[in-house]
């Protein structure tokens, strides 16, 4: 563990949560060391009796440590956002329902396919995620398209990240796959220990140099009740604090690393498919299409504000963490139901997984995370 890790876990130690263990919840979440404990047993998991296994056994978590990726280049972005036409007629058709989840962000959105979508709808939709942080498509038929189909219109938002120790789908590795069920209860094993709650706030693969912008979530099997993703809006985060501290933070650089989800999957024996990188991104970043301005530091991947002494970012970092951590009001719960399909934009939201549900129960879902521009200092 590097030196600035090390670091980062003392500062932990007076917050709610230290983001090595921050890093394990998202392996877990992930499904990386449930799966991987299965393949360490080379046969398959033994299951509960009457289960008849994952609905779409296709996106099973895979693990191949010698799966390997070049290092990510920077490639040129323009957000479909841009293209949109403002009142979204593409996206928003007569038969259409949506209703705010809250004020500041989340909306429920049934009436409408998403595989159906134009590409001025997608267009549409990226303007309406940046908009509204995070969107909640019910009865989408997405899950069952195929993944080529889901694929491509992922690739409309961006080139699909393909995550460097997360299970994905054999010969998919666009698809970031969050897998737990009785056999496969590490979730619960890591986090029933020493934690008191079991909430991780990131943003997503946030130390890649262009990191996500819209991103796909689409369930497979859920859990009756628990299981939600939590949301928070980055920007209403921002817009709370007062003008002098804004001008503080704007400016200030943080580092964001990948090391430590590396090592902690090597350490299981999973893979490593892309070497970690550690990238600095700005503390507030700005919107491409909207120009809204929004925190971007978050407890999985941020490790250290640029140019200050240890103690200093400690404290800054550690008062930021608790200022989006409290703000229940300005939070969501995305709840699922079978077909839903979440849509969020990564550059404006942290999120938490909840694993509340009991540890008999299976879930299962898919991610697809399209990666957008560099980010824009505010
Ligand atoms: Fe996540």
């Given at each position: 563990m590097s030196g600035s890790l090390n670091v980062f876990s003392i500062e932990a130690n007076h917050t709610s949560m230290a983001p090595s263990v921050a890093e394990k919840v998202e392996d877990v979440v992930n499904g990386t060391v449930a799966s991987l404990k299965q393949e360490s047993q080379g046969k398959e998991a033994e299951l509960a009796p009457k289960d008849k296994g994952p609905s779409y056994p296709f996106y099973y978590p895979h693990f191949d440590v010698s799966e390997k990726f070049p290092p990510t280049e920077i490639f040129e972005f323009t957000d479909p956002g841009t293209r949109a036409d403002p009142k979204k007629p593409h996206l928003l058709g007569p038969n259409t329902k949506t209703k705010d989840v809250s004020p500041y962000l989340g909306t429920e959105i049934s009436g409408v396919q998403i595989s159906e979508l134009t590409k001025e709808g997608l267009d549409e939709l990226a303007l309406y995620a940046a908009e509204r942080k995070v969107l909640l498509f019910r009865d989408q038929n997405f899950k069952d398209i195929g993944p080529e189909k889901q694929i491509e219109i992922a690739k409309h938002f961006g080139p699909i990240q393909k995550h460097p120790t997360s299970g994905n789908a054999k010969g998919y590795p666009e698809f970031h796959v969050v897998y737990r069920d009785a056999d496969h209860d590490r979730f619960r094993e890591y986090l029933g220990g020493d934690r008191i709650n079991h909430t991780s706030w990131h943003s997503d693969?946030?130390?890649?140099?262009?990191t996500p912008g819209t991103t796909f979530f689409f369930i497979l099997d859920q859990p009756e009740s628990g299981g939600d993703t939590l949301f928070l809006s980055q920007a209403e985060a921002y817009r709370r604090l007062s003008p002098e501290f804004q001008k503080r933070l704007e400016g200030l650089r943080a580092v964001h690393s990948a090391v430590a989800q590396a090592e902690h999957s090597r350490q299981r024996g999973g893979p490593v498919r892309r070497e970690p990188v550690e990238t600095e991104h700005p503390v507030v970043r700005q919107h491409p299409v909207t120009g809204e301005k929004a925190l971007y530091v978050n407890q999985g991947f941020t490790r250290r504000i640029v140019g200050y002494k240890v103690e200093e970012s400690e404290y800054l970092l550690k008062f930021l963490y608790d200022h989006i951590s409290k703000g229940s009001d300005f939070q969501i719960r995305a709840t699922y139901e079978p077909g839903t399909v979440v849509v969020w934009d990564n550059r404006l939201t942290a999120h938490s997984a909840t694993g509340d549900f009991d540890k008999a129960i299976r879930r299962h879902a898919v991610r697809l995370t399209p990666q957008a521009e560099v980010p824009i200092p505010a």
């Open positions: 693969v946030s130390y890649e140099k262009q």
